[in-house]
């Protein structure tokens, strides 16, 4: 006998059976899951690595976005606490659907509850679920493009069913002669059919049943097949870990977070976890044993000092917090990752603008290869994307060129070329970071499943000073117009000669 629990919403009672299976939910079981491998790739010693190394000391970033190494770990945790709180209130719903209160643990974990404070052995150990997380995903995304490969052929088989039975359409037979002499027909259409007199009819059928067989098969391998219980307890640990990976490792240094988790008791991780999922929803918050640190905002506070390629990541440290602090609110960190207005993200034009640039690229590889037709249509298309703003400030500076076009100068044109390959040097990257962190935000039903590490915010142009992209633009746009001019120019010579 199942028992429902009196604080279950109707529509999120409990399933059949203590064992039912994840069903149709898989498929968002898996996006979550997915969204959880991500996280935990993103936090391994060598992407974390590459995001001080490489993203925060990279010369575009720190020209447009800031040099506040302070100011973009806290953009990049906040990005990723954002990015785990979709994914714990996707793991939430499932857990209603067995009888477990994941929401109320996650809330817990994050107000940094004294009962709620994990291990960091419990990171260390998802490692090892990461494995058999990775194999229903890929079992799961597979099973998903099978059924929708089955789908198709099952439309083709109700088709061509139609077909064949629309022969013997017509009013419905009143006396029994008529009707068995209709039903004679209809038997004798099915066998001349499977008999093979159409052509493809057979081979259609066959292909279906292999891919019924296909399906079903995948359907044992994936999460499709998987007890709720078993899924929402995989995901809720690699949730739990991932949160405590990212307080150990920005906790020192990001004020908001909860202070770093207890060392181990005797008393294990799992089973206190084990404890916690079946808590049943909490009456009042949590209170946290120590507030968040208050930022400070002192000229003092912005340091950047070397890093270095091991951990700490920033030489300061935050003050650990006393027992006798007042507790803060709980930091926002979805409006933490608004961009300001004076941004290139702040004004809607990130993904405008890594179109241009990504434009401007090509175009300079056409030029460089001798496609002039090619290179002429997408200088065209490129004016064509640009803002009224940009489109003023490049003719204003192309019409001292236009006035006074001087001497077929190859040097000159030859001193533009290395001023814009100086600037896309580190403006295109910026622009293709930009292309994909917008893809990735977007992501269609064929790539929901990816579990890859995922490029940051803080290395777009979306949190570019817009004053400084949109200069950066216009001189490549110019130099590039004087480019084609000046080649243009040379060929009209060298045909005149």
């Avoid at 954002?82 to 857990?95: E, F, I, K, M, T």
């Avoid at 995304?141 to 088989?157: Q, T, V």
């Avoid at 061509?160 to 009707?179: C, H, T």
């Avoid at 994307?385 to 019409?399: E, F, G, I, N, T």
């Amino acid at each position: 006998m199942v028992v429902r629990k009196p604080w279950l919403p109707v529509d999120l009672r409990l399933p059949a059976g203590p064992q039912a299976s994840l069903g149709i939910l898989a498929f968002e079981a898996a996006a979550a899951m997915a969204k959880l491998l991500s996280l935990h790739r993103s936090l391994s010693d060598q992407e974390l690595s590459r995001l001080r190394a490489d993203a925060m000391r990279s010369p575009g970033v720190a020209y447009l976005n800031s040099t506040d190494q302070a100011f973009l770990l806290r953009l990049a945790c906040a990005e990723l606490l954002v990015s785990l709180d979709a994914a714990a209130a996707a793991v939430a719903r499932l857990a209603l659907r067995c009888g477990l209160d994941f929401a109320g643990v996650y809330s817990c974990l994050k107000a940094g509850a004294h009962d709620a404070r994990l291990d960091p052995l419990l990171a260390k150990g998802l490692s090892v679920k990461a494995k058999k997380m990775e194999r229903l995903v890929a079992a799961t995304a597979k099973l998903c493009s099978e059924m929708e490969a089955l789908e198709e052929l099952e439309s083709a088989e109700r088709k061509m069913s139609v077909r064949g039975w629309g022969r013997l359409s017509g009013p419905i037979p009143q006396n029994p002669q008529a009707a068995a002499a209709a039903a004679a027909a209809a038997q004798q259409l099915q066998q001349q059919q499977a008999a093979g007199d159409s052509p493809g009819a057979e081979s259609l059928r066959q292909e279906l049943k292999t891919q019924q067989l296909k399906v079903k098969r995948l359907k044992e391998e994936s999460l499709w097949s998987q007890s709720y219980e078993k899924a929402v307890g995989l995901m809720a640990r690699a949730a739990c870990a991932v949160f405590v990976r990212i307080c150990s490792i920005f906790g020192p240094f990001v004020p908001g977070l909860p202070p770093p988790p207890p060392s181990a008791t005797t008393d294990s991780v799992q089973t206190r976890l084990s404890k916690l999922l079946l808590l049943h929803p909490r009456s009042g918050k949590a209170r946290a044993s120590s507030g968040p640190i208050t930022r400070r905002d002192g000229p003092s506070s912005r340091v950047h000092p070397p890093m270095s390629n091991s951990c700490p990541i920033i030489g300061h440290q935050r003050p650990s917090s006393g027992p006798g602090q007042n507790n803060k609110p709980a930091t926002d960190w979805r409006k933490v990752l608004d961009a300001p207005a004076r941004t290139v993200g702040g004004a809607g034009l990130d993904q405008q603008y890594a179109n241009v640039i990504a434009s401007a690229e090509e175009l300079l590889r056409m030029e460089a290869e001798g496609r002039q037709e090619e290179a002429a249509a997408e200088r065209a298309e490129m004016y064509e994307m640009l803002p009224a703003k940009l489109r003023a400030a490049v003719r204003s500076k192309l019409r001292e060129w236009w006035r006074d076009p001087g001497p077929l100068d190859e040097a000159l044109a030859q001193g533009w070329k290395d001023a814009v390959e100086r600037i896309m040097a580190w403006l295109g990257p910026m622009a293709r970071d930009t292309v994909q962190w917008q893809a990735e935000r977007n992501m269609d039903r064929t790539r929901r499943f990816d579990g890859a590490p995922r490029v940051y915010a803080l290395q777009t142009l979306r949190w570019a000073d817009k004053e400084k992209a949109e200069a950066a633009i216009v001189e490549v746009l110019v130099a590039l117009s004087c480019i084609c001019w000046y080649e243009e120019r040379r060929r009209g010579s060298v045909r005149l000669g």
